[in-house]
């Protein structure tokens, strides 16, 4: 079972927000002590992202980013499907802002059961030198590793101007934080399984239809980044599948898809998948399809993966 509900943060000092978006190990960050609540450690994660945050506003954004970055990290990159590793992010990201000043919000987030992996979503604003705003939304998987928590996919989308409320959304938790596995054996097991969830998504919305597939493979509480006309997230497989199934036929699906990468926690409870969507028939244009990763959740290690943000 996970907990939701929400609670006001404050925002630390500007000397915090440096220290914890170092590149280094500034911090003690390596594990999260079982003796913190699921909320207080998703409250760290939190913090991370928004001084990340501070940092970008104050020192560009390309220095704010970089040093949440993991070197491995997977970026979505629209008609060129995946920025694959910090530098070819970095450099996507220089392309599209150039010297333009970077502000971003978190909004809510989640956590795995070994406090290891969590995801924080929000609203992103690019300033422009020429002054015009460029209104976006996020989305972020963290890994929490030697050197603290790095972000190791990272997506970003255009949405209209207009007003979006930055209290935080109810958090996906755990009940309480437990160990870290440290079989390999175990992660690789929940990994396995996490793909064939994936795959089976994809097969049952090829027999029932997008739509359907997206409520039954989702929750009430699962939020999608919406398209270019929703200045907000989209809350909850229902209304997530009236927004994917638009142009879709009844039964059956135009598109299906596959998992080419994934991450899981070790608590086998959170975990990213991370591939290409593909048209059933050949587009005309030639074009590769387009790339999509999406977090998923469960409420134990022996409970169905359901989707939660993506």
């Known amino acids: 079972m996970f907990v939701m509900f929400m609670k006001p943060r404050v925002l630390p000092s500007i000397v915090g927000l440096l220290l914890l978006c170092a590149p280094g190990p500034a911090r003690a960050q390596g594990r999260a002590s079982t003796a913190l609540t699921p909320q207080a450690a998703l409250d760290e994660l939190l913090a991370v992202d928004r001084e990340c945050a501070a940092t970008s506003a104050t020192q560009g954004l390309v220095v704010g980013l970089s040093r949440m970055l993991a070197d491995d990290v997977v970026m979505p990159i629209p008609g060129k499907l995946f920025a694959?590793?910090?530098?070819?992010?970095i450099e996507a990201l220089r392309g599209g802002a150039g010297e333009a000043q970077v502000e971003w919000t978190p909004v809510g987030g989640g956590l795995s059961a070994d406090g290891q992996h969590g995801f924080t979503l929000g609203f992103v604003t690019i300033r422009p030198p020429d002054g015009v705003r460029v209104p976006l939304k996020y989305l972020a998987y963290w890994v929490r590793r030697s050197e603290g928590w790095r972000v190791v996919a990272y997506k970003r989308a255009r949405r209209p101007e207009g007003a979006v409320s930055l209290e935080l959304m109810p958090a996906a938790l755990p009940t309480r934080l437990v160990p870290p596995a440290s079989d390999p054996a175990v992660v690789a097991g929940f990994t396995s399984s996490l793909d064939e969830a994936e795959r089976a998504f994809s097969a049952e919305a090829q027999r029932i239809g997008l739509g359907p597939a997206f409520v039954k493979y989702g929750t009430a509480d699962a939020v999608n980044m919406?398209?270019?006309?929703?200045?907000g997230f989209v809350i909850g497989?229902?209304?997530i599948a009236r927004?994917?199934?638009v142009g879709q036929p009844a039964t059956g699906s135009t598109l299906s898809w596959a998992p080419d990468r994934v991450i899981a926690a070790s608590s086998g409870d959170l975990g990213v998948t991370i591939g290409v969507i593909h048209p059933n028939a050949p587009p005309q244009d030639g074009s590769q399809g387009f790339p999509f990763f999406t977090i998923w959740r469960r409420?134990?290690?022996n409970a169905p993966w359901r989707y939660i943000a993506e």
Do not use: L, Q, R
């Not at 694959?84 to 992010?89: F, V």
């Not at 919406?226 to 200045?231: T, Y």
């Open 84 to 89: 694959e590793g910090k530098a070819a992010a």
């Open 226 to 231: 919406g398209g270019a006309n929703n200045p």
């Open 237 to 239: 497989a229902e209304n």
């Open 243 to 245: 927004t994917v199934s």
């Open 299 to 301: 409420a134990s290690p």
